[in-house]
């Protein structure tokens, strides 16, 4: 991994002038489905062809994939419309038959990363391949088990590497599926600046109307490419039907997306400053939802003041707080006044969400 440099040349020899683009189905359903999809997908921007055809399910019972038949589906994929395939790998048998079957690029899903003896397992299966290989960010927001995955396939000789950031599950409800966690994919790529990331929009919304703006983020903070989940019937997909979009409007997405386009020192420069303003937006966006989630609980608070009868303002607590964030600001490098005046508007509004409850 510290010889990150080598592990570019696979996208580099692509020599694509847009971002990588791998599309096509969640999972294959019928033969007929994934060749019409992939006959829509001929002659556009689009590299991989996608199919699940082994199906991690949350729960037992559901669609679980059409097994290996679908790999011959691939094949033929391959044969009629000259795209690249790629499918999902879980296990060695899953790894020995897609070599079989020639499938181009294989990834390790999210469930799977998290499993070292899993991810062992499959390593150890792909020895040596030069096949390209994509890492699924693990389900929990876990860098080092990320990078521990990438150690073990680097380990293996699997020189073609890569990683897919998909999202990370959350408890909590939000307008996502998996929340993006961005922070951490922008660690990931300051870590291993020439490893390619590729950024999977589809399990990160989990509903196909937020799959535009999920992918300009990841063009603006500077991403290799995209994964985008393309089905010709979308709300008749087997899985995961809410996320996917028509091959249709993934050719409008593709025209409506903004790319950065590296060149001269002019170039480099506006890139530098983009990639600094998106991460400066995630991180005012994770600065509202905080001052959101401060103030829903501040609401619990007047809930329990207007039981028990208490007054909204308790100047002993503000003080307190006040001269902890202070302290805590400096340690920060934030100066006083500037902590003072955020904490009192922090404070005034705290209130007004509180008399709001309470005199409701
Ligand atoms: C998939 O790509 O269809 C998939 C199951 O993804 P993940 O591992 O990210 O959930
Ligand atoms: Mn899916």
């Known amino acids: ?65 059409v097994g290996a038949i679908g790999l011959k589906w691939l094949q033929r994929v391959k044969e009629e419309t000259g795209l690249k395939t790629a499918t999902e790998v879980a296990n060695r048998a899953h790894v020995e038959l897609a070599l079989e079957y020639d499938v181009d690029l294989l990834w390790i899903g999210a469930r799977s990363t998290v499993s070292p003896f899993i991810v062992q397992e499959i390593a150890d299966a792909l020895k040596g391949t030069d096949k390209i290989v994509l890492v699924k960010n693990p389900v929990n927001p876990d860098l080092a088990l990320w990078i521990g995955a990438m150690e073990r396939l680097h380990t293996a000789d699997i020189k073609n590497l890569g990683v897919i950031h998909r999202g990370f599950s959350t408890y909590k409800k939000t307008k996502y599926r998996n929340l993006p966690e961005w922070q951490i994919a922008i660690d990931f790529q300051t870590k291993f600046p020439d490893v390619p990331i590729i950024n999977d929009p589809s399990h990160i919304a989990g509903r196909r109307d937020l799959i535009f703006d999920v992918s300009q983020n990841a063009l603006d903070l500077n991403f290799d490419g995209l994964m985008i989940e393309t089905h010709c019937d979308p709300d008749n997909a087997w899985s995961d039907a809410a996320q996917q979009v028509t091959p249709d409007r993934l050719l409008e997405i593709f025209k409506d997306l ?10 480099e420069f506006h890139n530098a400053l983009g990639q600094l303003r998106a991460q400066i937006d995630v991180l005012d966006g994770t600065v509202l939802d905080t ?23 308790q100047s002993n607590r503000w003080n307190e707080i006040l001269g902890k964030m202070i302290l805590e600001g400096e340690q920060r490098g934030l100066s006083e006044e500037f902590v003072l005046k955020l904490f009192k508007s922090i404070h005034t509004e705290s209130i007004r969400h509180q008399e709001q409850v309470i005199n409701s």
């Open 1 to 65: 991994m510290e010889n990150s440099k080598a592990l570019r040349t696979w996208l580099d020899d692509m020599k694509l002038d847009h971002p990588l683009v791998i599309a096509g189905p969640c999972s294959a359903e019928t033969e007929t489905q994934v060749l019409d999809i992939a006959h829509q997908l001929k002659n556009t921007d689009v590299n991989y062809y996608r199919a699940g055809i082994w199906k991690p399910r949350t729960r037992p019972g559901s669609f679980e994939g």
């Open 291 to 313: 001052l959101g989630e401060r103030m829903k609980v501040a609401e619990e608070i007047g809930i329990l003041k207007k039981e028990k009868n208490v007054a909204v303002l």
């Open 258 to 267: 903004r790319v950065r386009k590296t060149g001269d020192n002019e170039t």
